[in-house]
């Protein structure tokens, strides 16, 4: 699996450098040196220090996967942290005008990253709207398209719950699998309680008449870095499936 956002990691011995957990900093200011967004953006997240590489990496590696299957006015990037994942829509996607970033808190390094962006692309911080607080706040936002990254165990399922009660378009990188909700126990015991829950998830997706898309980022950066990526009706790209 190839680095697309930082392809300076494909280079053999850099692939551990995206999976660090060292904090961006002058010292690693070294691996993002071209004049590219995602590498200006990377400078300047690493002079304020407020988060680690493997978050950086992570998030952009995510956005390039899903951000052509996900077309909508409004993004919400839920149980976001810091928020660059929704930031990354708001830098990238012109036609995006809104990303509400929803967390029960505000981390203090979301103020950084706003900094950051404003010294980069002084365009995002306008399109962006914190919501702290759960995930009722989105009940009367007019959300087409959400993302979460890492939403720890069953609040990757209430992020698909909102995404299916609003049929809206979803993409979602699961962490921290728990005793899953729907798996059947033959599936667990064939395939590993993961990756039976993310069949489960999948089912769930199709039944309620979405297609669904996996993909992942490379492994160096996290070993749970599976994607699943549901569209529904008018939102749904030509192209093939692939894993």
């Known amino acids: 699996m190839r680095f697309r956002s930082f392809p300076q990691f494909n280079q053999p011995g850099l692939g551990e450098v ?22 200006r953006l990377a400078r300047a997240l690493g002079r304020a220090g407020s988060m680690p590489i493997k978050e950086l990496v992570e998030s952009f590696e995510f956005f390039e996967r899903v951000r052509s299957l996900l077309r909508a006015p409004v993004v919400a990037d839920l149980m976001c942290g810091h928020g660059l994942v929704g930031a990354l829509f708001a830098v990238f996607e012109p036609n995006v005008k809104q990303v509400l970033l929803v967390d029960r808190r505000r981390p203090a390094n979301h103020d950084a990253l706003l900094e950051s962006l404003g010294r980069v692309a002084p365009w995002a911080p306008p399109r962006l709207r914190y919501l702290e ?45 728990g005793p899953p909700r729907e798996a059947s126990p033959a599936l667990m015991a064939g395939l ?52």
Request: with cysteine; charged share 20%; aromatic share 4%.
């Open 192 to 243: 590993g309680t993961e990756l039976a829950t993310d069949v489960a998830r999948t089912y769930r997706l199709e039944s309620a008449g979405y297609r669904v898309r996996w993909r992942s980022i490379p492994p160096e950066v996290t070993p749970m870095g599976r994607i699943l990526v549901a569209q529904k009706g008018s939102s749904l790209q030509k192209g093939p499936l692939s894993v």
């Open 133 to 177: 607080g759960n995930l009722d706040l989105c009940a009367a936002e007019p959300i087409e398209a959400m993302v979460a990254v890492h939403a720890c165990g069953h609040r990757t399922d209430a992020c698909l719950d909102l995404a299916l009660e609003r049929g809206a378009q979803v993409a979602v990188m699961p962490c921290c699998y």
């Open 18 to 39: 995206a999976g660090s957990k060292s904090r961006l900093s002058a010292a690693t200011l070294r691996h993002f040196t071209s004049e590219r967004m995602a590498d």
